[in-house]
């Protein structure tokens, strides 16, 4: 499985066998950084933590060179032109078939990848299921955060599950993407506790804090 690291909310599990799809990623460094694309639905917050976490820790061993959104609406574009980040917007493609329009979209995606010598994907808030073709062509470089305790809770509807299931610790999970919903390999988790009052809108926000620091320290371990 790999190696173990333990804090008192966190849980690190970092796979050594990495070399199924594209091979072991390399090792990143401050003079040739990892270069990663972050794709985004919406607000873009999580891209904006990890944006600023690598412009801000002078030891960062990875950089955001490219940010990608499904939504002309993602307020996250905004937040990455402001970062110095060069941001694209790729919306579904007007066909009717649906496995074809989901052909064509990733297809506009990988171009843009190769474009910008992508070398690691990192999911934050990407509303799409992607295909298992475009996984197996990036397994293991793809990695997703979720708000949930994995396996608990997959989906679109995280927080309103949790607060349905009454369970009194909810929180964050780091995890390699597969072909499935939110069932890849878990790399790292941070617990965050449900109080009774919480609303969908109160949790989404406490456990927020806790992915904006969880997913830039998973990164940092991946790719050194």
């Known amino acids: 499985m790999g190696a173990l690291f333990r804090r008192a909310q966190d849980i690190y599990t970092i796979a050594h066998d990495m070399t199924n799809g594209m091979g072991p990623l390399r090792t990143g460094s401050v003079s040739n950084?990892?270069?990663?694309?972050v794709l985004i639905s919406g607000s873009g917050s999580g891209m904006e933590a990890m944006a600023i976490h690598q412009?801000?820790?002078?030891?960062?061993?990875h950089c955001?060179?490219?940010?990608?959104?499904?939504?002309?609406?993602?307020?996250?574009?905004?937040?990455?032109?402001?970062?110095?980040?060069?941001?694209?917007?790729?919306v579904l493609p007007d066909e009717?078939?649906?496995?074809?329009?989901?052909?064509?979209?990733?297809?506009?995606i990988q171009s843009l990848l190769q474009e910008y010598q992508i070398e690691l994907i990192l999911?934050?808030?990407?509303?799409?299921?992607?295909?298992?073709?475009?996984?197996?062509?990036?397994?293991?470089?793809?990695?997703?955060?979720?708000?949930?305790?994995?396996p608990a809770f997959p989906?679109?509807?995280?927080h309103r599950d949790v607060l349905a299931a009454g369970?009194?610790?909810?929180?964050?999970?780091?995890?390699?993407?597969?072909?499935?919903?939110?069932?890849?390999?878990?790399?790292?988790q941070r617990r965050v506790p449900v109080f009774a009052e919480d609303d969908?809108?109160?949790?989404?926000e406490r456990v927020k804090i806790e992915e904006h620091q969880l997913y830039p320290e998973v990164i940092d371990r991946i790719v050194s």
């Open 33 to 37: 950084p990892i270069r990663c694309a």
């Open 123 to 150: 999911l934050s808030g990407y509303m799409r299921l992607v295909s298992a073709n475009f996984v197996d062509q990036w397994t293991p470089h793809i990695i997703n955060i979720h708000p949930s305790l994995l």
């Open 167 to 188: 369970v009194e610790v909810s929180g964050c999970t780091v995890h390699y993407v597969d072909a499935g919903m939110d069932s890849g390999e878990i790399i790292g």
């Open 96 to 108: 009717t078939d649906r496995t074809l329009r989901r052909h064509l979209h990733e297809q506009q």
């Open 155 to 158: 989906g679109a509807h995280a």
């Open 64 to 90: 955001t060179v490219l940010v990608i959104s499904d939504n002309a609406e993602a307020t996250g574009l905004t937040k990455a032109e402001r970062l110095g980040i060069p941001a694209h917007c790729i």
């Open 55 to 61: 412009q801000t820790h002078l030891d960062c061993g």
């Open 200 to 204: 969908e809108a109160s949790l989404a």
